[in-house]
């Protein structure tokens, strides 16, 4: 807990907060920056260079400067404050010799405002790689000659009926077209989507000729652990009605699902200070808490996965270098010289060129061809205002308030569950949402074409929201928000994640409330912790449909009388999953990707006639999978789930070198990518490191809570506070977090740890 003096107002609330999270984290902080400006080669040598080229040319550091005039002069005051404190802490003796630093050789230098910045554009990376997909889809055109219809059928993740985070009756009507309207849009969104296709494959078939023979390369040493977990956005929330509570209060749910590492990407953080008094957790390096409850409100969020990424095709003028085609016209790149410091090397130089839609990312994408590709993200802009969020949030008490606070909040979009002292609970999803023509999608690379251009960004007013639902609960799982009705498209249905999660979320709260049934905080446990595989489900049909041999039949049987559930000591989740990861393998000779991890898609195309379409036999091939998939289980000894499936937490430095040792840890789990429990694996050393990175589960009281007076909070995260592996707080919390388990914030200011900051007289 960090409390401030009233008579400094905020500043030694923020000034502490410094304090406490330099003494935990200084190194993971250090580190973060670096990220972010492009200096990791500095301290690491040539293996950074890659990361380093990559966060320049995106050009965060650039944004982040733009930001800090935009800011509301509270925020800018909460952010020097901060790192005020991280200055101090520098100056105080033996801060610098955590075994980060004296390994590396080096100390770090003051903490800047604008480090906080940079930190909150990592995370809208992280939870916004739509360029990612797009680029996958432009490379299976360009190297396998794929068509677009069939790369989107393949891609599909979205049916029409699937269920929304809101339905109609709890949007604002206003956001929603009538009947009438909603026939004309559905009629120019089908024509747009046609007009697309044959867009892109007028200019595929024009350039083909022109691709070069080189292949897109992937990241090599530290980017490449950062790769993969890019773009990996599953999360959980859900809020619940003191209608259906059996506390009579509302509760509320939040498990954000990140990429797991020693130490935890999350800091727990208690704030008592003038007219703030908050608990929850942050991320080391940012002011404030950014998921919890101040004393009037609670929030908890998901990724909202928005569309706020389209990469523009650009044509270089061929005879004027520094110049390229857009919209018609001739235009000149901007170019920003960079240049990155490598420990025991060479100063690598680096010229970026930015054009007037973004940076060019070929370099360092390594994308090759005759076009180049520019980046346009909501994430560049100068109007990113995310900061100003977070601290109105800190002291947000009604549902007003907490909208007002969100109208600064730009990216990454979030999907907001909340409840307050008053019983309310509501959802807010803010963001900066592009508005795009019926003929861009935002599934592909796009030409420089003005007609193409984003029109505008969905007004605050109208992105989802809702207050009080009549059904008494909301929750959210990273899928659809909206219903077609909806007046402007978030994501095309192709890039949502699919629904398992979000379906067996709501089938537990229906199941649990049904005949006047009540939810309770033990009943909420249970639902982050489920491993219940809707999954399975959806290939229990094609299951019972094989004629196997006699041995793979009696696995079968037991494999159908299993309920699916994917629990560390489940042999049947291992069979299950043998046979699954035969099965993505179907599209590797069309893809030329192995693992196609797409299971509405794989289930269609095992139950019709679309493998006979492209020469195989969609049953031979599924009890040729089961049978191999018996054999492995077999030959292996029948292993149970969580003996073969392990999430490792790795330092994001030290992977390689005999000190990993004393930051590794890995502990049996179980579940999978569409289980709420999440947690999906390399299909070849299922090995994971990505899951619920902090589990909060909440109530709120009737009375505003305060230092002195805390309703019952429930939360975890693996590992522990410290970064240091020489700590009893490195991982005093992973075997909880590994065993469904809790902490819970103590409700007597006396159980704190605490550093209070106050003038001396």
Request: charged fraction near 25%; include cysteine; proline fraction near 5%.
């Amino acid at each position: 807990m960090v409390e401030g003096n009233k008579r400094n107002k905020r500043y030694d609330l923020y000034f502490g907060q410094g304090i406490a999270s330099s003494q935990d984290r200084l190194f993971q902080m250090d580190l973060h920056r670096r990220l972010g400006k492009g200096t990791l080669s500095e301290i690491v040598g040539s293996e950074g260079l890659l990361t380093d080229s990559f966060f320049k040319t995106l050009g965060l550091l650039e944004a982040a400067n733009s930001v800090l005039a935009a800011l509301e002069e509270e925020t800018r005051f909460s952010l020097l404050a901060y790192v005020d404190g991280c200055n101090y802490y520098l100056q105080m003796p033996n801060t610098h010799r955590s075994l980060e630093f004296r390994a590396l050789g080096y100390k770090p230098e003051p903490f800047e405002a604008i480090d906080i910045i940079i930190w909150s554009k990592i995370m809208a990376l992280e939870l916004g790689m739509n360029m990612n997909e797009e680029l996958k889809r432009y490379n299976l055109m360009w190297d396998k000659k794929m068509s677009p219809e069939r790369i989107l059928k393949m891609w599909y993740s979205y049916r029409e009926d699937s269920p929304t985070i809101l339905n109609e009756s709890e949007m604002d009507p206003s956001s929603l077209f009538n009947q009438t309207e909603m026939q004309t849009a559905k009629k120019e969104r089908e024509e747009g989507r046609k007009e697309e296709i044959e867009r892109v494959k007028s200019f595929m078939n024009k350039n083909h000729k022109k691709r070069s023979q080189e292949k897109v390369e992937e990241g090599r040493g530290i980017f490449e652990s950062w790769l993969e977990r890019r773009g990996k956005r599953n999360s959980n929330n859900w809020v619940i009605s003191s209608k259906l509570s059996s506390t009579g209060k509302p509760l509320l749910a939040s498990d954000p699902h990140l990429g797991l590492s020693s130490p935890s990407v999350w800091l727990m953080m208690s704030l008592n200070g003038p007219n703030i008094s908050t608990v929850g957790s942050t991320f080391p390096g940012v002011p404030g808490v950014v998921i919890g409850r101040n004393s009037w409100i609670s929030w908890g969020v998901t990724n909202a996965q928005p569309d706020t990424q389209d990469l523009f095709i650009i044509e270089p003028h061929q005879s004027i270098p520094s110049a390229y085609w857009a919209n018609g016209q001739v235009h000149h790149f901007t170019e920003r010289k960079e240049r990155i410091y490598v420990k025991g090397g060479k100063t690598h130089f680096l010229t970026i060129k930015e054009t007037i839609y973004g940076p060019i990312m070929n370099d360092v994408l390594k994308v090759s061809g005759p076009y180049l590709l520019a980046l346009n993200w909501t994430t560049l802009r100068a109007e990113d205002t995310t900061v100003n969020a977070v601290t109105r949030l800190q002291k947000a008490s009604n549902f007003d308030e907490f909208r007002n606070a969100l109208r600064s909040w730009v990216s990454p979009a979030q999907n907001f569950v909340y409840s307050d002292i008053y019983g309310n609970i509501g959802y807010q999803c803010p963001g900066l949402v592009p508005i795009r023509k019926a003929s861009h999608s935002g599934l592909f690379p796009v030409q420089s074409n003005s007609s193409l251009d984003w029109i505008g960004f969905i007004p605050f007013e109208q992105l989802p929201w809702t207050l009080n639902p009549a059904k008494g609960y909301i929750a959210s799982a990273n899928n659809k928000i909206a219903p077609s009705s909806y007046r402007y498209i978030i994501l095309a249905d192709e890039d949502w994640e699919e629904p398992h999660r979000f379906n067996r979320i709501i089938e537990m709260i229906q199941e649990e409330t049904k005949d006047n049934g009540k939810l309770s905080i033990d009943d909420m446990k249970k639902m982050q912790n489920d491993y219940t595989s809707l999954l399975f489900r959806d290939f229990v049909p094609l299951l019972k449909s094989l004629s196997l041999s006699s041995d793979a039949k009696e696995y079968r049987d037991e494999l159908l009388s299993w309920k699916g559930e994917m629990s560390p000591s489940s042999k049947m989740a291992t069979l299950f999953q043998y046979w699954y990861i035969q099965l993505i393998q179907v599209t590797n000779e069309e893809t030329g990707i192995k693992y196609w991890n797409k299971p509405i898609f794989l289930k269609e195309a095992f139950s019709d006639n679309s493998c006979s379409l492209r020469g195989l036999d969609c049953q031979k091939y599924a009890v040729d999978a089961f049978e191999s998939a018996v054999q492995k289980f077999e030959k292996e000894g029948e292993k149970k789930w969580g003996d073969v499936h392990k999430t490792v937490f790795n330092h994001p430095l030290f992977q390689n070198v005999w000190v990993s040792c004393l930051y590794r840890r890995k502990v049996k789990t179980g579940g999978d990518s569409f289980t709420p429990n999440v947690s999906p694996y390399n299909f070849e050393t299922f090995e994971s490191s990505f899951g619920p990175s902090y589990r909060q589960i909440l109530e709120m009281d009737s009375r505003p809570s305060s230092s002195s007076n805390l309703a019952p909070f429930h939360f975890i995260f693996p590992m522990g506070q410290s970064e240091s592996p020489f700590s009893k707080l490195y991982d005093n919390w992973l075997e909880s977090w590994e065993d469904g388990k809790y902490e819970q914030i103590p409700s007597s200011p006396s159980e704190f740890h605490k550093l209070i900051i106050a003038n001396e007289e």
